[in-house]
């Protein structure tokens, strides 16, 4: 699927390369592709900033984003790349975070209805979440490496026009079931989210039905990941069974769709992401200034004082009272002299 310019000819179209269609598609992927790790690096500087990580949910968008921002990097791999070992570890680069994206929307899903549907907590599955999306896409991801089926495939590297059979075999098919599959878990799970939010039994337990209600709220944005792969994946998907019928051609509107789309997976993240209505809220300029303060202004220290030390004083006069350091006195001794008090 590579974007087709080499220095005098346009494989993508069978023309030369400054051919307008050649142009736009390599632009336009390039475009793409910057929203998209754009997207991905606001996204960890979101989560990086505000501390977002501390739950095992928070981990896993944490590695989906990971996962999306080198997935649009490959996209912005240089034009298109002849057959050879470049060539073959975009492919591969592309083929592997792919499915390492995919596999943590999945992961979240499960990690979801777990905790919602069977009330089972999950953080001792944390280290088989890794296990499986980054070591389950390592393994697809070779199967074409070993039997030498990556190559030029359209706008970029990918497995080449004569294996079609393993472009829908180790991606496509398993993508749509996997997606098909997470929209029957959450529609399972909005179900008893909101049959558990609106009834309750027992001696009622203030924190339980906080809980409740933060949990709706969660699954109201988590539930739109497997959207937003179905929404990126469609255009693709017609555009690889059009090459499958029609090998030798390329349409020039398929392709403007599929490089417009694929590349889109950090952005529409990013989109995703931002539907969190306490993430929305801790956007604001105030709450941004805050947040960088407290990540590196924060000197505070927690020590034991010799009590005929501790003194408590008001602020000197000319003292900055923005300053990160901590120079507050707690009490003044009894026993101190007025030299010791600083008088």
């Known amino acids: 699927m590579d974007s087709g310019a080499n220095v005098t000819r346009c494989i993508l179209f069978h023309t030369h390369s400054e051919d307008y269609r050649c142009v ?47 997935d649009g990097m490959a996209y912005l791999m240089g034009e298109v790349l002849p057959d050879g070992i470049l060539c073959n570890f975009q492919a591969w680069w592309l083929t592997y975070f792919d499915w390492c994206s995919l596999a943590w929307v999945c992961c979240i899903t499960l990690n979801l209805y777990i905790n ?20 389950v896409p ?52 909005i179900y008893m989210a909101k049959k558990r939010a609106s009834t309750w039994s027992g001696t009622y337990n203030p924190n339980r039905e906080g809980s ?63 539907l969190d ?17 407290a990540r590196f202004c924060d000197t505070t220290t927690i020590k034991e004082y010799d009590s005929k030390h501790v003194r408590y004083t008001a602020q000197l006069e000319g003292e900055d009272s923005d300053s990160c350091e901590d120079t507050t006195v707690l009490f003044y001794s009894p026993n101190m002299t007025l030299k010791e008090r600083g008088l």
């Open 212 to 274: 409740k209600i933060l949990l709706v709220e969660e699954v109201k944005h988590l539930k739109w990941y497997p959207c937003v792969y179905l929404a990126v994946s469609l255009f693709p998907l017609l555009n690889r069974i059009y090459n499958a019928f029609s090998p030798d051609n390329s349409n020039f509107t398929l392709m403007l769709l599929h490089v417009i789309t694929a590349p889109l997976h950090g952005l529409a993240n990013a989109f995703v992401f931002s």
């Open 138 to 189: 390592f393994c697809l991801s070779c199967l074409p490496l070993f039997g030498d089926y990556y190559g030029p495939a359209g706008a970029w590297c990918w497995i080449s026009n004569e294996h079609m059979a393993w472009r829908f075999g180790i991606w496509y098919i398993p993508l749509f079931i996997l997606i098909f599959l997470m929209m029957l878990c959450y529609s399972r799970i």
């Open 116 to 135: 919602l549907v069977k009330e089972m907590r999950t953080e001792r599955f944390e280290i088989a979440y890794h296990i499986t999306a980054w070591g």
């Open 24 to 70: 736009t598609i390599i632009t336009v992927k390039r475009a793409a592709a910057t929203f998209s790790v754009i997207g991905c690096i606001f996204m960890l500087f979101v989560i990086w900033i505000f501390h977002k990580y501390s739950s095992l949910a928070q981990k896993m968008i944490f590695c989906l984003t990971v996962a999306a921002l080198f």
């Open 277 to 293: 209505n306490e993430t929305w809220n801790q956007l604001s300029p105030t709450a941004l200034q805050l947040a960088i303060q």
